[in-house]
C-alpha cells in the first residue's frame, strides 16, 4: 500500500512539474535567433567593407601565426530531406561536383594567399550538403589541395571532422576519411521511427547505422557523433524514446539534439512537410524533456543548448575550464579564434570581420572565373557587438556569465549599462529559470530550454526591424 501510494505521489508530482512547463512554454513562446554569432547573419550587409579586411589580413600582428579553423562547404545531395534548411544542391549527376571543385581551388588560392601558410590547422570540418557526394578521388584530391596551400597538421591535437550520409557510404570510404586525415565523424541520424523517416523522405535501417557504426570503430575514429533533430513529423513521446534507446545502444561520442525550425516559406522543401503532423509546442517541449532525461540517465552530460556527450570527452572538459565555444558548427573546442569558410554560402568569423560567400552556385562560378574572392555580405564588429557577444556565447557556451569578469574585460559598469535588461530577466528568476546574484547569472537546468530566449533580451538588433515585413523570420524559440 505504501508503494502504490508513493508512486501515485511520483506520477502527480510529474504531471505538476510538466505542466507547469508546458505553462512556461506559452509564456515565453518567441522567434528568435540560434546564435550560431554575433551580429547573426541577417546583420550582414552587401557593403561590407572587404578593403578594410584585407588591409587586416595584411598587416603585421599575431593573428599571422594564430591558429585557424577551416570550414568547407560541399552543397551536392543525391536526395533531398523534406525538413533540411542547409543551403544545398539536389541532384544525381555526379559530374556537378567537378566543376565546383575547380572552382573551389580557385577559392582556396586566392584565401590562402591573404592568410598566409603559417596558421596551423588546429580544426576542420566539412558540411554540406553531403560531403560524402564526392567520390574517392575527389575526397582525396581535396585533402591534398588543402594541405599544399594551409598548414595541416599530421601529428598533435587536431579536430578534422565529416559530415556524411549513412545511406550513401560504403566501408570503403570509411577507410579512406581515415586514411585522408579526419579523426572525427558526424552522421545524420534524426530519428529512428519508419513513419518519421518516411515523412521527411530520410529513410534508413537502425541495422544499417548499426553496421557502419561498427566499421567506424574499427577505424579507430577519435570521436564519433550523432545528430538527432526533434519536433519532426509525427514524433511523440514513444517514438522519441524508442528512437533514444536505440541511439545509446550505439553509444555515440557526443549527440546534437536539434529543434526543428518549421519555415516553409523560406525553405521549399519543408512544404512537403504536413503541417498538421508536427508536434504542438507543449508536446516539442516534453521530447526536449525525455530526450535530457534519458541522455543523463544514460550516462551522457549535457553540454550548452542542444548538445550530449560522455563525462570523458573534451567538450565536458572545455566547459568545466571556460574553453568551450559556439559557432557555424554548433559547439566545439575553443582551439582557434578564427574560423575561414571556403565554398559557396560558407560564413567566415576572422579577427573583426563576419564574411560570407554568394549563396547562389552560378553567381559564385562567376565571381571565381572573374579573380573575385566570392565574399558578397558580411560586417565589422564593433565595440558594443563584441560585449555583446562576449554575453550571449558565453551564456550559452558555460550556463552562466561572470558579471565581475565582463566589467574588467570591457571596462564596464554591468549593472547600470543592462539594468532594463535585468528588470526584464526577473521574471525568469521568479519561474526558476535564472539565479542571478551580485557577480553571476546564471540559468538553471529548467531554464536550458529557454536560453534563446534569455540571449536575446541581450540581442541590440532585434527591436531594429520591428513592424517592418521585410525584418528576417526566424524559428519557434521553445
Not at 241 to 248: D, H, N, P, Q, R
Not at 394 to 404: A, C, F, M, V
Not at 410 to 430: E, K, N, T, Y
Amino acid at each position: 500500500m505504501n508503494t502504490m501510494h508513493s508512486d501515485l505521489v511520483a506520477s502527480t508530482a510529474v504531471a505538476t512539474r510538466h505542466q507547469a512547463d508546458m505553462n512556461l512554454a506559452k509564456k515565453y513562446a518567441s522567434q528568435g535567433p540560434r546564435y550560431t554569432s554575433y551580429p547573426t547573419a541577417p546583420q550582414f550587409r552587401p557593403d561590407f567593407p572587404m578593403q578594410q579586411y584585407r588591409d587586416w589580413q595584411n598587416s603585421d600582428g599575431d593573428h599571422q601565426r594564430a591558429p585557424l579553423s577551416l570550414y568547407l562547404h560541399v552543397p551536392f545531395c543525391s536526395d533531398i530531406c523534406y525538413y533540411c534548411a542547409c543551403n544545398k544542391i539536389v541532384t544525381r549527376k555526379k559530374n556537378a561536383a567537378q566543376q565546383y571543385l575547380k572552382s573551389l581551388q580557385h577559392e582556396i588560392i586566392l584565401q590562402s594567399e591573404l592568410v598566409g601558410d603559417q596558421r596551423p590547422i588546429t580544426q576542420m570540418h566539412w558540411g554540406g550538403g553531403t560531403p560524402t557526394y564526392l567520390d574517392h578521388a575527389q575526397i582525396t584530391e581535396l585533402m591534398h589541395l588543402l594541405a599544399s596551400h594551409f598548414r595541416l597538421l599530421d601529428k598533435g591535437y587536431r579536430e578534422y571532422s565529416i559530415e556524411i550520409d549513412p545511406r550513401t557510404v560504403e566501408n570503403s570510404t570509411i577507410a579512406l576519411l581515415k586514411g585522408v586525415g579526419f579523426n572525427r565523424i558526424s552522421l545524420g541520424i534524426q530519428d529512428f521511427d519508419p513513419l518519421v523517416q518516411k515523412a521527411v523522405n530520410r529513410v534508413q535501417s537502425y541495422p544499417q547505422i548499426a553496421s557502419l557504426v561498427d566499421c567506424i570503430r574499427a577505424h579507430n575514429f577519435r570521436s564519433l557523433s550523432f545528430d538527432l533533430i526533434y519536433g519532426l513529423p509525427h514524433q511523440d513521446r514513444h517514438t522519441m524514446t524508442e528512437t533514444l534507446g536505440k541511439v545509446i545502444s550505439l553509444r555515440p561520442d557526443r549527440i546534437a539534439c536539434y529543434n526543428y525550425a518549421h519555415l516553409p516559406e523560406r525553405f521549399s522543401s519543408q512544404r512537403a512537410i504536413d503541417r498538421l503532423s508536427l508536434p504542438e509546442p507543449n508536446e516539442k517541449l516534453l521530447l526536449h524533456e525525455i530526450i535530457s532525461h534519458t541522455l543523463q540517465d544514460a550516462g551522457y552530460l549535457h553540454i550548452g543548448m542542444d548538445h550530449y556527450v560522455m563525462p570523458q570527452d573534451e567538450l565536458a572538459v572545455a566547459q568545466g575550464e571556460g574553453r568551450l565555444q559556439r559557432n557555424f558548427q554548433g559547439y566545439s573546442l575553443h582551439m582557434a579564434d578564427d574560423l575561414l569558410g571556403l565554398g559557396v554560402s560558407s560564413i567566415s568569423q576572422i579577427g573583426d570581420f563576419y564574411l560570407q560567400n554568394e549563396r547562389e552556385l552560378d553567381a559564385y562560378y562567376q565571381l571565381l572565373d572573374a579573380g573575385a574572392l566570392p565574399v558578397t555580405r558580411g560586417c565589422r564588429v564593433n565595440d558594443d557587438d563584441k560585449l555583446r557577444r562576449h554575453i550571449i556565447m558565453t551564456l550559452i557556451s558555460e550556463l552562466k556569465l561572470d558579471i565581475s569578469d565582463c566589467n574588467r574585460q570591457f571596462g564596464i559598469d554591468f549593472s547600470h549599462m543592462f539594468q532594463r535588461q535585468l528588470d526584464q530577466l526577473a521574471p525568469m528568476v521568479a519561474d526558476q529559470l535564472l539565479e542571478i546574484s551580485e557577480n553571476t547569472i546564471s540559468v538553471t537546468k529548467r531554464g536550458r530550454p529557454f536560453l534563446r530566449n534569455i540571449c536575446m533580451l541581450f540581442d541590440a538588433y532585434l527591436g531594429a526591424h520591428k513592424g517592418d515585413e521585410s525584418a528576417p523570420k526566424f524559428s519557434a524559440t521553445v
